[in-house]
């Protein structure tokens, strides 16, 4: 692959690069604009392994790439303008070359090559920020008196780089080891992008009045307290994090009886803990599309809605959900039929002359209560249904 022509018959360089200002307005631009600070300009090189040694223009061509593809790559990955500054590195280099070879390989085209890109550049850049943020949060008292945080932290990147380096390369060899598993076992080619799953929003009640009454910073402990809960609880219960929203998070499971367990948790969870607003919760079950991460479609539209019309300290489903339940046998289709069976049992304890020696009822985990009928916006009437526990829960 080789520069544009425009740029490759006199070598001249072209005005700008990766243009921020044509960026979607969700990415994030979690590269800095080149600076002349010293401080900066040393912790970056620490960063990057390399000085600054190309323009835009020049890392395309050193790559091989054109200039159009380069520059698509890096709005992709959030890269702010920097115009034809010389601020790109080896690395920056060595990223064009791989990424267009596996486009000329045939291994990703082209338009998933720039999803993978953007895909890496937000979730990097997210992790980026809140790294950095906890770390020098961290730090109650500068290891040598009179320093400030910015003389810290150059060499406390220097220590934790190659370790979260290596750190961050096993937690998503991990992750993609599941993600692919849940894949092959899938079986069926049309569900490994449109699957059935149980998809949940839990949602912190009266968060609004919340954020008037705290300071900033209670507010934010806060919020990392109740994304901390809910991401241990969905991952120890065998969910997964979708993403979370401040005072909601969105989770999904491959069974109705698995969303249920995590979403009575985390109710009651909330419950237990003083300084937490009370949570509810919506789930819906169906066919979702998943996306970079992301769940979309009407059963996540319906969760969605659910939650907002569940009450305070409760888990609101959808008849899906409830149905699955029922057949899986985590819960009873109602309380008559359960007394009705529970006197057939005795019935036939009775018969068989064992009186009082009833068999075993089902252990079921879950209780169904059906609510009144409701109209959804834009999803139409549905028919909500109460989750609650039965019995002790399992620990």
Do not use: C
């Not at 425009?6 to 700008?16: F, K, Q």
């Not at 791989?98 to 990703?108: C, F, K, T």
């Not at 920020?129 to 406390?156: C, H, K, N």
């Not at 970079?292 to 959808?318: Q, W, Y």
């Amino acid at each position: 692959m080789t520069v544009d022509d425009t740029n490759s018959d006199d070598g001249a360089e072209p005005s700008s690069g990766p243009s921020v200002h044509s960026t979607p307005h969700h990415e994030v631009d979690h590269t800095a604009e080149p600076t002349d600070d010293p401080l900066a300009i040393r912790l970056e090189s620490l960063i990057l392994g390399a000085d600054r040694r190309y323009t835009p223009f020049q890392a395309a061509r050193t790559a091989g790439v054109s200039m159009d593809l380069a520059s698509r790559f890096w709005r992709a990955m959030g890269f702010a303008d920097i115009g034809q500054a010389k601020a790109l590195t080896e690395a920056d280099v060595l990223a064009l070359r791989r990424l267009a070879g596996l486009v000329e390989a045939g291994l990703l085209s082209e338009p998933m090559a720039i999803q993978v890109a953007r895909s890496t550049g937000q979730t990097t850049a997210r992790l980026a920020e809140w790294q950095i943020d906890s770390f020098l949060a961290g730090l109650t008292e500068p290891p040598e008196p009179g320093m400030t945080r910015t003389e810290v932290t150059y060499p406390l990147i220097e220590l934790l780089l190659p370790e979260l380096q290596e750190f961050l390369v096993y937690v998503w060899r991990r992750q993609l080891a599941a993600a692919t598993g849940r894949v092959v076992q899938t079986g069926d080619d049309e569900e490994m992008v449109d699957r059935r799953l149980a998809v949940g929003f839990a949602d912190l009640v009266g968060f609004t009045r919340l954020t008037r009454r705290l300071e900033e910073e209670e507010l934010g402990e806060l919020v990392e307290a109740f994304e901390t809960t809910s991401a241990d609880l969905v991952a120890a219960h065998g969910g997964r994090l979708i993403k979370t929203l401040g005072d909601e998070v969105l989770f999904a499971a491959d069974d109705a009886g698995t969303a249920g367990e995590i979403a009575l948790r985390l109710v009651e969870a909330m419950a237990q803990d003083t300084t937490m607003p009370s949570l509810r919760v919506g789930i819906a079950f169906g066919t979702v599309t998943t996306r970079m991460g992301d769940v979309f479609g009407t059963t996540v539209n319906l969760a969605s809605r659910l939650t907002s019309i569940a009450p305070k300290d409760a888990v609101l489903v959808d008849g899906a959900f409830a149905e699955e339940l029922i057949r899986n046998g985590d819960a009873p289709a109602s309380e008559a039929e359960e007394a009705a069976a529970a006197a057939e049992r005795a019935r036939l304890a009775e018969k068989e002359d064992r009186p009082g020696e009833e068999p075993p009822s089902p252990a079921y985990r879950f209780g169904l209560q059906p609510m009144w009928q409701r109209p959804v916006r834009g999803l139409g009437v549905v028919e909500p249904w109460l989750l609650a526990r039965r019995g002790k829960a399992s620990t």
